[in-house]
């Protein structure tokens, strides 16, 4: 759990600098196709190309389409039909996406990883729910793809992992990764990005290193990896944890004001949805 632990430390500051210094002033494509051309340029070069599965490889591309290149194009989209407090709100549910894939994937239902994902979504739901606008379907329905297809590459990089084991590290095999995220970030960017507004100011770029280093090089990677380790329900709760934490990095480095009330309980109630993933995976072992 430490590698999701220290993941959600780094969205959660990354959701904080594309808020200052990104949003309304730089290309939101531009931006995409960057980290990951960032991130590939990491890891690509340590990637193993010979004596990998064809599967597992094609598997990959798949993977990095779907967790990266979809999910940010979908999420991009949603901004121009949703104000960013429905945004907030609508990204709670990929805890829900995790579980329901995640049992898919294994033939069964697992009622206990069920109820951890909807615990942690009214956890996130208390800290974040603002009033939505009724015209709302279409940006729902935007990052309802987002959230299934982040959820998706997550889960199936578990499973890929499993199905193809390899004395190789994992950052040996993951370059794959983000080619496939890079056949959706370019044409997304070619289609709709606005070539006038790229970075004009030194911070920008900073920015911009930090997300394709940090974010989406060492985060995408240790994300995934951390995955591995956990069971679902567990993976599951962790895709809402950065939920309170960016909230209380807003208020301590940003000086924005929030509820501390709401985060408290929110937070409060993430953490219990984690003690029942937890239980879960106790009482099935012990049935085993």
């Known amino acids: 759990m430490g590698y999701l632990l220290f993941v959600t430390l780094i969205q959660a500051f990354s959701f904080s600098l594309i808020g200052v210094y990104l949003a309304g002033h730089v290309d939101s494509y531009f931006a995409v196709l960057l980290r990951v051309v960032l991130a590939g340029l990491v890891f690509i070069p340590l990637t193993r190309w010979r004596r990998v599965e064809p599967s597992f490889m094609r598997g990959m591309l798949l993977i990095g389409a779907l967790q990266f290149g979809v999910t940010y194009v979908c999420l991009y989209l949603s901004f121009r039909v949703l104000a960013v407090p429905e945004v907030l709100l609508f990204t709670i549910l990929t805890p829900l996406h995790v579980t329901l894939i995640e049992d898919a994937l294994n033939r069964r239902f697992n009622p206990w990883g069920l109820l951890a994902a909807l615990v942690a979504v009214l956890g996130a739901v ?71 507004h790229l970075p004009d100011a030194p911070q920008q770029w900073v920015v911009l290193l930090f997300l394709g280093l940090c974010s989406t090089a060492l985060g995408m990677y240790w994300w995934n990896k951390g995955a591995c380790l956990v069971n679902g329900a567990t993976l599951a709760v962790m895709n809402n944890l950065h939920v309170p934490v960016g909230l209380l990095i807003n208020l301590l480095i940003w000086g924005q004001n929030e509820d501390l009330g709401k985060l408290f309980l929110g937070g409060l109630v993430i953490v219990s949805s984690v003690w029942i993933s937890r239980r879960g995976l106790v009482q099935r072992r012990a049935v085993l």
Request: a positive charge; aromatic letters at 18%.
């Open 126 to 196: 208390i800290i974040r729910y603002d009033r939505v606008d009724p015209n709302y379907l279409g940006g729902f329905l935007l990052l309802q793809v987002a959230n299934f297809t982040y959820a998706a590459g997550q889960v199936l990089y578990k499973h890929l992992v499993a199905r193809h084991p390899s004395d190789l590290p994992h950052y040996r095999r993951f370059g794959y990764f983000y080619l496939g995220a890079l056949a959706v970030a370019l044409p997304a960017f070619l289609l709709f990005g606005d070539p006038q």
